[in-house]
Nanobody
Framework: VQLQASGGGLVQAGGSLRLSCAASGSISSIDAMAWYRQAPGKQRRFVAAITSGDTTNYTDSVKGRFTISRDNAKNTVYLQMNSLKAEDTAVYYC?????????WGQGTLVTVSS
């Protein structure tokens, strides 16, 4: 199983980006899918998650700005990020539970210039 994250980049404050994370390989079922981020010099922290039943959860700092979604046919989770702030700058990692085991993507860098 592999997770391929993409969509990061450099954006001005107030702008938007859409991250994607696609799972591939031998997959029977995908449960929860989530995004975490790690800012320079800080620990990796939870950003958002979506269950197999499409229940979503967000950390307070991104509520109303970020939207997590999934496409089960494509084994892909997305993170739409709007109204980006400088403090959103981080490496974003997807985390996906596949066949009861958690997997991490390789990370994609988001840089927000103020």
């Amino acid at each position: 199983v592999q997770l391929q994250a993409s969509g990061g980049g450099l954006v001005q404050a107030g702008g938007s980006l859409r991250l994607s994370c696609a799972a591939s390989g031998s997959i029977s079922s995908i449960d929860a899918m989530a995004w975490y981020r790690q800012a320079p010099g800080k620990q990796r922290r939870f950003v958002a998650a979506i269950t197999s039943g499409d229940t979503t959860n967000y950390t307070d700092s991104v509520k109303g700005r970020f939207t997590i979604s999934r496409d089960n046919a494509k084994n892909t989770v997305y993170l739409q990020m709007n109204s980006l702030k400088a403090e959103d700058t981080a490496v974003y990692y997807c985390n996906v539970y596949i066949d009861l085991q958690g997997y991490w993507g390789q990370g994609t860098l988001v840089t927000v210039s103020s």
